[in-house]
């Protein structure tokens, strides 16, 4: 019988190449709150590993998180040059996905109690349903 590979318990939004850029908006969102793509720009570009990050790259980013539901567009803002920019801020998608990747699960399990687990448990089993 053969093996099969075990499931990582990271989330995919958290993996591959763009692991990394997604983290920083992630965080400035978190921090700061709703901002357009070129305020996130700035300040990613103030974090550690992701100084020579491009506007394009940044604005690719977004727009593929908002895409897969990580993010929301909620407004407007008129810019110095006199365009609209679009703002953007982390949906309740987002900020599940910075605990549960901010989460030692092990540590978790052993402070829950049964009645929170079942608890849990169901909302999980309702929501892959």
Same mark, same amino acid.
């Given at each position: 019988? #053969?093996?099969?590979?075990?499931?990582?318990?990271?989330?995919?939004?958290?993996?591959?190449?763009?692991?990394?850029?997604?983290?920083?908006?992630?965080h400035?969102?978190?921090?700061?709150?709703?901002?357009?793509?070129?305020?996130?720009?700035?300040?990613?570009?103030?974090?550690?590993?992701?100084?020579?990050?491009?506007?394009?790259?940044?604005?690719?980013?977004?727009?593929?998180?908002?895409?897969?539901?990580?993010? #929301?567009?909620?407004?407007?803002?008129?810019?110095k040059?006199? #365009?609209r920019?679009?703002?953007?801020?982390?949906?309740?998608?987002?900020?599940?996905a910075?605990?549960?990747?901010?989460?030692?699960?092990?540590?978790?399990?052993?402070?829950?109690?049964?009645?929170t687990?079942?608890t849990i448990?169901?909302?999980?089993?309702?929501?892959?349903?």
């Amino acid at each position: 019988m #053969s093996r099969r590979k075990a499931k990582s318990g990271k989330l995919s939004v958290f993996k591959g190449r763009e692991a990394r850029l997604n983290r920083a908006i992630f965080h400035t969102l978190a921090l700061k709150g709703p901002q357009t793509i070129y305020d996130i720009h700035k300040e990613v570009k103030h974090q550690k590993g992701t100084r020579q990050m491009r506007y394009a790259s940044i604005n690719k980013r977004v727009r593929n998180l908002e895409e897969q539901g990580y993010l #929301s567009k909620v407004g407007t803002r008129k810019t110095k040059a006199g #365009s609209r920019a679009l703002i953007y801020e982390l949906d309740a998608k987002g900020y599940l996905a910075i605990l549960i990747n901010s989460l030692d699960l092990n540590k978790f399990l052993g402070l829950v109690d049964e009645t929170t687990a079942s608890t849990i448990l169901g909302d999980i089993l309702a929501a892959t349903s």
